[in-house]
C-alpha cells in the first residue's frame, strides 16, 4: 500500500506565495513520475507540472513563469514552489506518483488534495 500526503496549501493574497509538499510512504521500490494536477470550482483537473528521470515540465502556460516543481528523490518527496499566486490559481491541488511496489510494474497513487484559495 501505497500513501501519498499532501501539505502547505492554504489561503493567501494575490501576489503571495506558498509551497506545497507531496510525501509518499509505503511499500515502494521506487518511483517514476511524480506531479501535481490541479480543480477549479466547476472545471475539469488540469496538470500542473511533472517531475520525471530527472526532468520537470510545466505544463500550465499560465503558470510557466511563477511555478517551480522539484522533487528530494531520498524523501519520497515532491514539491510546487508557487510565486505571484492569481486569483485563478484557486482550486484544489492534486499530488500523484506513478510508483513501483512489490509484484507491480507500476500503479499511479493519488494524494488527497490541498485546497489552494488566492484572495484578491
Known amino acids: 500500500q501505497v500513501q501519498l500526503v499532501e501539505s502547505g496549501g492554504g489561503l493567501v493574497q494575490a501576489g503571495g506565495s506558498l509551497r506545497l509538499s507531496c510525501a509518499a510512504s509505503?511499500?515502494?521500490?521506487?518511483?517514476?513520475?511524480m506531479g501535481w494536477y490541479r480543480q477549479a470550482p466547476g472545471k475539469q483537473r488540469e496538470l500542473v507540472a511533472t517531475?520525471?528521470?530527472?526532468?520537470?515540465?510545466i505544463s500550465l502556460d499560465s503558470v510557466k513563469d511563477r511555478f517551480t516543481i522539484s522533487r528530494d528523490n531520498a524523501k519520497n518527496t515532491v514539491f510546487l514552489q508557487m510565486n505571484s499566486l492569481k486569483s485563478e490559481d484557486t482550486g484544489r491541488y492534486y499530488c500523484?506518483?506513478?510508483?513501483?511496489?512489490?509484484?507491480?510494474?507500476?500503479?499511479?497513487?493519488w494524494g488527497q488534495g490541498t485546497q489552494v484559495t488566492v484572495s484578491s
Open positions: 517531475s520525471t528521470s530527472g526532468t520537470t515540465i
Open positions: 509505503g511499500s515502494i521500490l521506487s518511483i517514476n513520475n
Open positions: 500523484y506518483a506513478d510508483v513501483r511496489t512489490a509484484g507491480k510494474l507500476q500503479d499511479r497513487y
